[in-house]
């Protein structure tokens, strides 16, 4: 199966930005939806952005206007721009997809925005 490994974590100050990338081994075109979720300390999972393969996006109300996401089928990545970041945004990003029915998750990247 085609693994995601995510990078761009980082310490951020309030207010900056960041580039989150999920990179996958192999070829994603038979991915319908890839989605960003993330996991802060002591929280549930929950569900940030998602891009279907033709480069449609949905966006959690609570990133709407300062999260972004691109997908790149021939390049194999997909990219969370995230601005105007805020203390809630602290958390452990992950990729994830579903193929038949079957989880896949990366091992994600911590975002840490200090105020």
């Known amino acids: 199966q085609v693994q995601l490994v995510e990078s761009g974590g980082d310490l951020v100050q309030a207010g900056g930005s960041l580039r989150l990338s999920c990179a996958a081994s192999?070829?994603?075109?038979?991915?319908?939806?890839i989605a960003w979720y993330r996991q802060a300390p002591g929280q549930q999972r929950e569900l940030v952005a998602t891009?279907?393969?033709?480069?449609?996006?949905n966006l959690a109300d609570f990133v709407k206007g300062r999260f972004t996401v691109s997908r790149d089928n021939a390049k194999r990545i997909v990219n969370l721009q995230m601005n105007s970041l805020q203390s809630d945004d602290t958390a452990t990003y992950y990729c994830?997809?579903?193929?038949?029915?079957?989880?896949?998750w990366g091992p994600g990247t911590r975002v840490t925005v200090s105020s």
């Open positions: 994830h997809y579903r193929l038949y029915g079957v989880d896949y």
């Open positions: 192999g070829s994603i075109n038979q991915i319908a939806v």
């Open positions: 891009v279907n393969r033709a480069g449609n996006v």
